[in-house]
Nanobody, 118 residues
């Protein structure tokens, strides 16, 4: 079971980026999928996520700018990040809680750097 994260990069303030997170392997069910981020010297924080069958939730700091979309057939979620600000600069980590085998487990994708220049 893997979480394949992609996207990120360098963008000017006000620009947009899209992150993707794809779960692959013998997955019975996705309970939750989302993104955390960690800036230098700060704790990792939940940016956005969605429980299976539910509505997305967003951190206050990104509401109105970030949007999660889904491709359930491909077990993939996307995080569209618009109007990026320098304070959004961080390493973003895809996270999922997956039912694999006979239990739920926590899975992380590789971090992807988002750099926002002012």
């Amino acid at each position: 079971v893997q979480l394949q994260a992609s996207g990120g990069g360098l963008v000017q303030a006000g620009g947009s980026l899209r992150l993707s997170c794809a779960a692959s392997g013998s997955i019975f069910r996705i309970n939750f999928m989302g993104w955390y981020r960690q800036a230098p010297g700060k704790q990792r924080e939940l940016v956005a996520g969605i429980i299976s069958g539910g509505s997305p939730n967003y951190a206050e700091s990104v509401k109105g700018r970030f949007t999660i979309s889904e491709d359930n057939a491909a077990n993939t979620k996307y995080l569209q990040m618009n109007n990026l600000k320098p304070e959004d600069m961080a390493v973003y980590y895809c996270y999922a809680r997956l039912w694999v085998g006979s239990a739920y487990g926590d899975y992380w994708g590789r971090g992807t750097q988002v750099t926002v220049s002012s």
